[in-house]
């Protein structure tokens, strides 16, 4: 067992850069929504998010250094919130032509 | 903070502010246990009207709109307030810390904080009482629910407040099952209640937040009209269903997982012999939280759902049968060469099975999305749930009290009365939900407040029924304050149990074990 | 032999309503291995635990008894047979099911418009009934279903077929009745006040009766009060009295001509204006007392002359 | 700020912990599974904006015309600026730095109170222009012939979800507040921060959330 003073510190030289590459995808999200890919917008726009947080729970959230119980957990809510979303798509995405009204 | 000999975490502090701010786990058991208790009692006689209105065809004692207050309430409450808090947060509370070796849970004060939740939903809940109470049934369907002009939104925020109670009493359990078992005490060397509670948390953690956010939404529905649920402003009816029923069929688990459990516990005692199979009831524990997950739309099959989707959905229910069906063999693998006493705790952990069996192959049938087409919200769902529910759950809490007593209160229970209750109770019950079953099949609709003269004669007796079992949980109720006022001095271990909470002094002291306890083996070691 | 007898003695619709339709009789066969199954397994569960509980009951306080953790073999056998019957049993119901969902090319459709608390049924001549469905024997007969206030669902015991149906779309039902006869309608979603009083008709009549009962104007040779009767009866009684009695609605009893306050504490007079407006919006002027959105709309579902025959008959209920 | 002066402060490990270590992974493990049932619950409206996203894409490119994503950008940068701070702060107190962990929460929670001012302009412009959810909705749009079907809908997802954003932004920041008096008392530092770690996953999670709500109410049109 260790004490927390042997936790990981994280350098103060990751933060900051994981801060600017925040900012610069928060700007590339920006940019990137002037552009019109039809569909592909959503698409892009969702993989950028996913990239910064994945830096927010990497760094700022020490999902990288702790322990891995804690990425299994967070894994697991949005697994069960894809099971959540692909059902209900199932339904109402394979409901027939009729019941096209709303 | 070692104790004197004599006292404990009952005498240690009195005055009843030294129990509303207690942070001993055993106490807020017990403090739930008063609640639950009550909520029982009251969601019994919203029971025993619906039964008395329903002896007859026509009106007997309310018109329609009040008995389908009845109704609601009688769903609302023992769904939210008697059997989701039943196990976990009052039996669950009290012994799982006892069972693992730990000196309480790990968020004391989070786990008073879960138990205010409850009585604030609660009154919360009560409330709408006083804006003509709720007629939605505890299901609150769409846009039925955002029309009707009452106390509903009322009976929903209470809802909502009290799925906060149970997500923190869900926290507590997961971190404290990872982070205070005693030393030795590997998962599995847990005994199968904690396994049953373990996998009850992982529901309660991820299921309730989606409750949560629909009932939000709801409230929104009806206090701003948003729309999302309400086809009148483009919305639709049935992705509520979705998200209803994403949160409450899982939380039929959170319902029988942990009643599982408990009958774990008394099969093993009552017939002194290692449970058969430990492993295989514990992952079906896991597997069953698991796959609980994936099977909602069975609620749906007629709902207006596509026919891939309930198609999808009944083979993912099978998948759930299997885990169920291997805990119920295990159990009876379990009796076979022990040494079986029929005290009270063994029968209702006995009539358990013999109920649940019948809970369980009657929810195959309704799996069975051919068979579900014709039962779907008749009498046959009724009387399936009521033998999952009462004849399972109910019967487990009720033979886990009496199994406890004398553990909780230091005192032993008398054997004579409680084995009558239970006579009452399991007669009671078959009488009153067997019936239901033809009922169902003959095709008498639920939440219906006046029926076709056909249905009439199983209906007066369903309702006989109903009458014998509230007269036996009376019985119980007495074994139970009897026990409390005059029971006789409970020895450290008056059932020769091999688990945790049997090795400290009955009633347990404020820290549970004088000395740190360490485990050495399997949580059932009768050789 | 003997599981030839079982079946046969299961199929005779155990409990159940007669079966009037092939897929009715489907249902039965497989609710009847499901019944015979579920007895099968009941008994070796609740009679083995039953066997073993008096057989190895506790003799003394020192009673041995045998450590048996687990087997395997045995495990993995009540794993695996159940599960086969599971999937048998789902395959088999998803053979039914699709069958139930997968509609004739030449069925006749009827329209059903559900609203709290009546069934009405519209046929493709515009010939409409309520709280009366008429259909001819061995004709498939597509329902297309659609609600105007809340969730209600169409449910037929003896065809063994039932649907939610939703408003803001449409949902579909089909069945082809097999025998003459009258058979019930329930409303199987929970719908308010009067859910259970949300019942129909079901009458399957020869081909020569129902195509002369469909080109007959049902009000021919009808006083307008006598029109107002039978559209009170299939539509108002389920939330209106006669007599001067409150149900969910006002009697109709003494309405015509008295004075009523509004919520607001307006007063207003019960005239055919009145009337009309209450039963075109009915949310417009509600009576003190009574609670607001119990009474559906029925623009657009009743006629001119139904509507006028209504008011006329509401006058003559003194 | 003389808190490095004071005698150091010693928290007292719970009864039922063996150590303070054993505490602080209990506590963290607790944080984390308290942010499984935050995420399940903003996942919850996440799944059903997408549903209606996917079934009227119209409404929701037309609803999203009518929020401003220059103030969104600028939320999206006061937010993720907040984060650093808050990992900052925890950084100070792990090598001892007490005031700077004070500098570096008064930064955060300064942060919080921007994003609500600008969220607060946000909310005021559209009351005044009726966008507003569900029946209560009385802009133009709707009824005009350019019009488009449902668009009250929009404004419902982006009311619950901002709403019930913007109320965890506060909760954060009285949070935040509560760790500001406990640093001026001096309570944090190498071998104590457990509050400070927890409150700042909190405070990530929040801005987490909005790194997603951020395109998608703003952006994706």
Known sequence: ?102 | MSSAPGVNYLNEKSGLWSWLTTLDHKRIGIMYMISVLSFFAIGGAFAMLIRWELFGAGKNIVDAATYNQFMTFHGAIMTFMVIIPGVPAFLGNFFLPLMIGAKDVAFPRVNLLSWYCLMVGAAISFWSLFYHGADTGWTFYTPYSIQTDNGTTWLVAGAFVMGFSSILTGLNFIVTVHKLRAPGMTFFRMPLFIWGLYSTAVIQVLATPVLGITLLLLIAERTMNIGIFDPAMGGDPVLFQHFFWFYSHPAVYIMILPAMGIISELITCYSKKTIFGYRAIAWSSIGIAAVSFFVWGHHMFVSGQSEVAGIVFSFLTMLVGVPTAIKTFNWVATLYKGSIEFSAPMLFALGFIFLFTIGGVTGIMLAVTAVDVHFHDTYFVVAHFHYVMVGGTLMAITGGIYHWLPKMFGKMYNEGVARFSFVLIFIGFNVTFFPQFVLGAMGMPRRYYDYLPAFEPLNKVSSLGAWTIGVGFLFALYVVVDCILRGKKAPDNPWGAKTLEWQTSSPPPHENFTTQPVVTGGPYEYR | MMWWLLMQSAQANTFMPPAATDIAERVNSLYGFLLWASFISCVLVIGGFIYFAFKYKRRSENDKTAYISHNNFLEFLWSFVPFLIFMAVFVWGWAIYSQMRTFPEDALEVHVQAQKWSWSFEYKNGRKSSGELLIPVNTPIKLVMTSSDVLHSFYVPAFRAKQDVVPGRYTALWFKPKYKGEYQIFCTEYCGEQHSGMLAKLKVVSREEFDDWLANDPYKGLAMEEVGQKIYTARCAICHHTNDQKLVGPGFGGLFGREETLQGGEKVMVDENYLRESIMNPNAKIVAGYPSGQMPTFAGQLSEQEITGVIEYIKTLK | MSTANTTEYHHHTAHHFDSADAEYRASKLGLWVFLMTEILMFGGLFVGYIIYHQKMPETFAAGSKFLDWKLGSLNTVILIFSSLTMALSIYYAQIGKKAMVLYNLYITFFCGVGFMVVKSIEYSHKIHDGLLPGSLFHHAAEAGSAGVAHLPIYFSFYFVMTGLHGSHVLVGMGLIAWLIVRAHKGHFGPQYYTPLECVGLFWHLVDLIWIYLFPLLYLVG
């Open chain 1, 1 to 102: 067992m260790s004490g927390p003073n042997e936790h990981h510190i994280v350098p103060l030289k990751t933060f900051l850069g994981v801060f600017a590459t925040l900012m610069f995808l928060t700007v590339m999200t920006v940019v990137v929504a002037q552009f019109h890919f039809g569909a592909w917008n959503t698409v892009v726009a969702m993989a950028i998010a996913s990239l910064k947080a994945f830096f927010v729970l990497a760094y700022f959230m020490h999902l990288k250094y702790d322990d891995k119980v804690f990425l299994v957990g967070f894994l697991l809510s949005i697994f069960f919130l894809i099971v959540m979303y692909f059902f209900s798509v199932l339904d109402i995405s394979t409901r027939p032509v009729l019941n096209g009204i709303l």
